[in-house]
Structure formats: C-alpha cells, structure tokens
C-alpha cells in the first residue's frame, strides 16, 4: 500500500514549522480539526460515500430490480449482478495500474486528481440516471457493467488525495475516520432504497426514485470534487511540502 498512501516519510519546508506540532518521536503533525475540515478531505468523503451508496445499493438491490422490474430471471439476475462486481474490479485494477505506472515512471497524471475523478463520477451520474429512465434492459446491464462502474475509481482517488495532505504518523486516523464516513453509506443505502421502493406507489416507480436519488448524489459529488479535491492547494495550506519520492 505505500504506493497509494504515499512515501512513508515527508518532507517538510522551514517556512512551515511554526504552523505544526510535533507528536511523540518528534513527528511533525498537523491539528486533526485542519486536515478533517479542509475542502480535500470533506470531498473526499462524499465523494467516497456516494460512490459506496450505489455500491452497496447495486449489491442488495440490484437482483430484485433486475427480476422484478426488468423481468430477468433469477438466475439471469445473479450473472448480471456477478459481471457488474467484475465490471467494477476491472474499473480500480485499471486505474491502479495506471496510477503506478505513471509512479514508476515519475510523470504527473494527466488530469489533476480532483479533476479527473470529478469528472468520471459525473458520466457516472449521468449513466445512472439514464438506466433509471430507459426501458431496454440490454442498456441497462452494459451501463450497469461499464460506465456506472467508474464511480468507484473515486474510492481511491479519495483515499490517496487525504493521505497527500496528511502527516505519515496521522494518516492512519485521518483515513480511518474517512473510511466511518464511507461506509456509513453500506447501512443507509440499502435502508434508504428499501423504504423509497415500498412508499412509491408501485415498485418500478421506488426503483426510479431510488436510482435517481443515486444519480444526484454522484453527481454532487462529482461537481464538488472537481472543484474542492486539491490535495497540493491543501498540502500547502497545511504547511506541507510535498516532494515526490525517488523513482528506481
């Protein structure tokens, strides 16, 4: 993992010091209410939130939908359900090996981080509110398996982008109260979706509402991480300096 997390020692500018604190070992860090009210870490968390939101909602609901409003059989349910959990594998090993390749190679990506996973959960967002509308269940499950997938790219993207700004000794906290945010999402969401489908007044028009509610939040989140997730902008507010880690 500390390609992910980041090398496991900062470097850290003098012009800085003043604005830190040091922990046992003489550790810079950084006060815990800074790192988890920055603009990076709030949309990091919602951005990980929704992503999950759909996640654990496609998980618990998606069988059902797929049988009772698209007219699969159950069998047919759980291979389209197995090929979205593969679609969504194959989304983050993509991205992961991207981002490590760009690491070895020790170029800058192309889109800054922020920008580059707001926008994927933008055509995300719009991929679900077009499976929510449309009636062709062949549409539904290529955009289950593929353009619906790439919101998870954001669960990474999140959790890389805190640990940017984060001090090495912190980054266990800081990322552990990211994760409680998250996963928050794995209780609501199947709750949520289950009470929308059963007050509607038939069960295709709770999905649709449900699927919707999905479609706004990932694309709040999307909008938000374009323009709030700047771990560098972040970093340098913090009194961080960051310096990229040797490339052999």
């Given at each position: 993992m500390r390609w992910l997390l980041g090398p496991g020692r900062d470097r850290w500018n003098s012009r800085s010091t003043s604005s830190r604190t040091c922990g046992p070992g003489g550790s810079p860090q950084v006060r815990a209410t800074r790192l988890l009210f920055s603009g990076t870490w709030l949309t990091a968390a919602f951005g990980a939130f929704a992503a999950y939101w759909l996640l654990s909602a496609g998980l618990t609901w998606a069988p059902d939908y797929l049988h009772e409003v698209s007219g699969l059989t159950t069998k047919q349910s759980g291979a389209v359900v197995t090929a979205t959990a593969v679609g969504n594998a194959v989304v983050l090993l993509a991205h992961g090996l991207l981002a490590?390749?760009?690491?070895?190679?020790?170029?800058?990506?192309?889109?800054?981080?922020?920008?580059?996973?707001?926008?994927l959960m933008c055509v995300a967002a719009l991929s679900i509110a077009v499976f929510a509308e449309v009636d062709s269940v062949g549409l539904k499950i290529a955009l289950m398996v593929g353009p619906m997938a790439l919101t998870n790219v954001i669960l990474t993207v999140s959790q890389t982008a805190v640990a940017r700004i984060t001090p090495a000794g912190q980054r266990g906290v800081v990322l552990g109260a990211l994760a409680f945010v998250y996963a928050l999402a794995g209780i609501l969401s199947p709750l949520v979706t289950g009470r929308m489908v059963d007050a509607d007044a038939s069960v295709p028009a709770g999905y649709r509402s449900a699927y919707l509610l999905m479609a706004g939040l990932v694309a709040a989140a999307g909008v938000l991480a374009v323009c709030f997730l700047c771990p560098e902008r972040d970093a340098a507010r913090l009194g961080m300096a960051e310096t990229p880690p040797a490339v052999h």
């Open positions: 490590r390749r760009a690491s070895r190679r020790g170029t800058a990506p192309r889109l800054p981080a922020g920008l580059g996973g707001g926008l």
